[in-house]
C-alpha cells in the first residue's frame, strides 16, 4: 500500500459515496487483486456505517496514511451526502480481529437490508460479521428457486440462505452449523423477516457425526453447500468437500438440485464439477452463478464459486 495506491482508494471511494445504494453492498473490492498495492484492502457500505476491513498488516506509515485519507474523506461533500455517520477500520490479520471506530460510536449491533430482507450483523466483536456480500446472487437464486421446496442448509452460518428460502416459499429448511450462536442469530434472522419458524430447523451438530440425522430429515429438493475453506479440527475444503458429495444421492429426490460455493481462490470450477462427477455421477451442471459486478477479480477462477447441478436419475434405493 503505497501513495499512489491510496490515492486510488481515495478517488474510488469517493466516487461510491457520491452515490451509495440504498442496501448494503461493497464499494471497494481489492481482493479480487485489479488495484495493485490494494490487494489486502476490502471496504464495505452497511447503510450509514463504512467499514474498512485490511487482510494483512500494512506498513506503520503506511497505516497512518490510511487513517488520514479516511478522516480527510469523512470532511468532503461526496461522504456528507451518503449520510454515512460511522467509520471503522477492521485489522482482519489480527486474532482479535481489532476494529478501530475512527468515527462514530462503537456499534455491537447491525442491521442489514439486501433484497428487502434484512439479517442483524456483529461489528467490533468477530472476524466475519454474519453476511457475506459477495453471496448475494446465490441468495437471489435461493429465492428464486425455493417455492415449495425441502431445502438442506449445510455449513448454514447464520441462516442467509434460509432467510432467503422461506422468503421464496419453500415449505420446509434444515439448516445445519456446528456454532449454535450463528444458528442462534439465523434465528433472529428469519424473526427480523416475520418468518413462521415451525417451517425452519436448526441442528447444531457436527455434519460428519450427524449424518443420520440429516438424511432422516430428507429428502430434499434442494441443498446448498457452502462451506468454510478451513476449520480447524472440522473441515478442510479440499479433503473434505468430497466426504459431502458423495453422500448426494442419499440425500436428493429424484429431480433435486445442488448449489455447490466455494470461496478458495486456491480451487476453481473445476474442483467442483470434477468432485460431483466422481462423487455423484448422476448430477449434471446446469449453471455457475454470476458473481455481483462489485467483486471483480483479475481471474474469474479465483473468486467465489457457485455452481448449480440437477440430478436427473431417479434416487437410491
Not at 439486501?114 to 429465492?143: C, T
Not at 453447500?225 to 472440522?234: A, C, H, L, R, V
Request: hydrophobic share 40%; with cysteine; charged share 20%.
Amino acid at each position: 500500500m503505497n501513495c499512489v495506491a491510496l490515492q486510488t482508494l481515495h478517488d474510488h471511494l469517493l466516487t461510491a459515496l457520491a452515490s451509495v445504494p440504498e442496501e448494503t453492498r461493497r464499494l471497494f473490492h481489492g481482493r479480487g487483486r485489479c488495484w495493485p498495492g490494494l490487494e489486502q484492502v476490502t471496504v464495505d457500505w452497511l447503510q450509514g456505517v463504512v467499514l474498512v476491513s485490511l487482510f494483512k498488516e500494512p506498513d506503520s506509515t503506511h497505516l497512518d496514511d490510511l487513517r488520514a485519507m479516511l478522516m480527510a474523506l469523512t470532511t468532503s461533500p461526496a461522504w456528507q451526502h451518503s449520510k454515512a455517520h460511522t467509520l471503522a477500520v477492521q485489522h482482519r490479520y489480527l486474532p482479535d480481529s481489532l476494529t478501530q471506530w475512527l468515527v462514530g460510536e462503537p456499534i455491537d449491533e447491525w442491521t442489514l437490508t439486501e433484497g428487502s430482507l434484512r439479517y442483524r450483523i456483529d461489528l467490533g466483536k468477530k472476524q466475519n460479521n454474519g453476511l457475506f456480500l459477495d453471496m448475494r446472487y446465490g441468495r437471489d437464486w435461493v429465492r428464486a428457486n425455493a417455492n415449495g421446496k425441502r431445502v438442506l442448509n449445510l455449513f448454514a452460518y447464520t441462516c442467509g440462505f434460509s432467510v432467503a428460502a422461506i422468503a421464496g416459499g419453500a415449505q420446509h429448511v434444515v439448516n445445519l452449523d456446528m456454532s449454535r450462536a450463528a444458528l442462534s442469530r439465523g434465528r433472529d434472522n428469519h424473526r427480523l423477516n416475520g418468518h413462521d419458524l415451525s417451517q425452519v430447523t436448526f441442528l447444531g451438530h457436527d455434519l460428519f457425526k450427524s449424518w443420520g440425522k440429516v438424511i432422516n430429515s430428507g429428502p430434499y429438493d434442494l441443498v446448498i453447500i457452502d462451506p468454510p475453506t478451513f476449520q480447524k479440527g472440522s473441515f478442510l475444503l479440499t479433503k473434505d468437500y468430497q466426504r459431502v458429495l458423495r453422500r448426494l444421492p442419499e440425500l436428493l429426490t429424484a429431480h433435486g438440485k445442488v448449489l455447490a460455493c466455494s470461496n478458495d481462490p486456491a480451487t476453481g470450477p473445476d474442483f467442483l464439477i470434477e468432485g460431483v462427477t466422481r462423487e455423484a455421477p448422476g448430477l449434471t451442471l446446469e449453471e455457475r452463478l454470476a458473481n455481483p459486478p462489485e467483486f471483480p477479480d483479475a481471474d474469474p477462477a479465483c473468486g467465489l464459486k457457485a455452481l448449480v447441478f440437477k440430478r436427473d436419475a431417479p434416487p437410491i434405493g
